[in-house]
């Protein structure tokens, strides 16, 4: 049973950093491509930063700069390093894992607030 877990969520003023990230477990963790999407309330969900399997990224250009994915194969979870977050960045953050099936963590809330 593939299982992801997010974590290091909380509320931060603007202008500060927080760092993401979603334990993989139940599957090949370095065979898959990693997400973190975002969804704000009343808002669709929509995709923050992607990584594939080879480590090549992309940012929405929302973020581009300031938050930076990347991914451990030995420790099989994948980070989102955010800075110079705004409150605009203020949504429910979730951990996607694909290959040829997705899976989704629970998602984790960031709060961006004087």
């Known amino acids: 049973q593939v299982q992801l877990v997010e974590s290091g969520g909380g509320l931060v003023q603007p202008g500060g950093s927080l760092r993401l990230s979603c334990a993989v477990s139940?599957?090949?963790?370095?065979?898959?491509?990693m997400g973190w999407y975002r969804q704000a309330p009343g808002k669709q969900r929509e995709l923050v930063a992607r990584?594939?399997?080879?480590?090549?990224?992309e940012y929405a250009n929302s973020v581009e700069g300031r938050f930076t994915i990347s991914r451990d194969n030995t420790k099989n979870t994948v980070y989102l390093q955010m800075k110079s977050l705004k409150p605009e960045d203020t949504a429910v953050y979730y951990c996607?894992?694909?290959?040829?099936?997705?899976?989704w963590g629970q998602g984790t809330q960031v709060t961006v607030s004087p």
């Open positions: 990584i594939t399997s080879g480590s090549m990224t």
């Open positions: 996607r894992a694909n290959r040829v099936s997705d899976y």
């Open positions: 139940g599957t090949i963790f370095s065979l898959y491509a």
